[in-house]
């Protein structure tokens, strides 16, 4: 079954270009079935390229979705044209009244900043305490996730000398987890941040599970049953190219940045980087989506009772 998109989004074209089943809002407004209703609160600058990400993994289950992408009300973002924005984005506050049965929570470049400076946190916490009584299950993804345990348990992140940039490697620490069904003991996926959690931390509050880790950039999947809730702080949704792209961007600028480690073919910026983390970011989503199948209410209304 494939994903409903608006047929002018920018992803639509991509995503069909790829073979991923697409179809047009107006033409899944005819069909007689449930789709499962899950939203993309986007704090990314680059809202378009985001989108995409996500939607080219929710959009590969056998189950039909219905993709809704929403922003903070207030905040303006500076990447992505206003025309974009105001087509395909709702605010938050117009949205309070609905309920979701997934909602994935992406991360922002804002590590450096105290989760209270940031401009629209008050709202973002309104978002969090909002997901427990209108959504079946959230996804928190890098700094969103690291927001999402700040919020609901007081789990601090921590600043890193050095930046964690690079693709590394993962055990699998939970083989019998539905999320995990599929997974090899050992994966590799990329990492791009200036901050961590810690697993002493996590392992500090009863029920937080760490599905995923790495002895070298620490947790990367934390299940927070209390809360319906997935944190991983790590970037199984990226591109081929996209540690590329933030390699090229900060050489081009000047900023120190190391090569991406494990990326490049012989650590070589020079050679075509290889994607070896896609069939892991495909079974993770498809997994995500097909335990909220089994559990959500029919009723959407039901959701958060």
């Not at 409903?4 to 005819?30: K, S």
């Not at 395909?88 to 997934?102: A, I, L, T, V, W």
């Not at 069939?279 to 989506?289: E, F, K, P, R």
Request: aromatic share 10%.
């Amino acid at each position: 079954m494939p994903i409903t998109l608006p047929a002018n989004l920018p992803a639509y074209q991509v995503l069909e270009r790829e073979g991923v089943m697409v179809m047009e809002d107006v033409r899944a407004a005819r069909q007689d079935i449930r789709p499962l209703r899950i939203g993309l609160l986007n704090l990314m600058p680059k809202k378009i390229q985001t989108e995409t990400q996500f939607a080219r993994l929710i959009g590969a289950t056998p189950l039909q979705i219905e993709f809704s992408l929403i922003r903070m009300s207030e905040h303006e973002t500076k990447n992505t044209a206003a025309e974009h924005m105001a087509e395909f984005y709702r605010p938050f506050s117009e949205m309070k009244n609905e309920r979701f049965d997934g909602l994935i929570i992406t991360g922002a470049p804002i590590e450096h900043l105290d989760y209270e400076n940031v401009t629209y946190w008050d709202e973002l916490t309104e978002v969090f305490n909002w997901t427990q009584t209108h959504v079946h299950n959230t996804f928190g993804v890098c700094w969103g996730g690291m927001a999402m345990l700040w919020h609901f348990y007081g789990i601090p992140k921590h600043l890193l000398s050095a930046k964690a940039f690079g693709c590394f490697r993962h055990r699998n620490c939970a083989p019998a987890s539905p999320y995990l069904r599929g997974f090899s003991d050992d994966l590799l996926i990329p990492v791009s941040r200036w901050t961590e959690m810690r697993q002493p931390d996590i392992d500090s509050i009863a029920g937080l599970r760490t599905l995923i880790a790495s002895e070298t950039v620490g947790p990367c999947l934390v299940e927070d049953p209390a809360h319906r809730a997935l944190m991983i702080f790590n970037h199984f949704e990226y591109d081929s190219t996209t540690l590329k792209e933030e390699y090229d961007r900060d050489i081009e600028a000047g900023k120190p940045i190391n090569v991406p480690l494990n990326y490049y073919p012989d650590d070589d910026p020079a050679k075509t980087p290889l994607n070896r983390w896609r069939s892991h970011a495909h079974l993770l989503y498809g997994n995500w989506i097909n335990e909220i199948y089994q559990t959500t209410p029919y009723d959407l209304q039901q959701i958060g009772q």
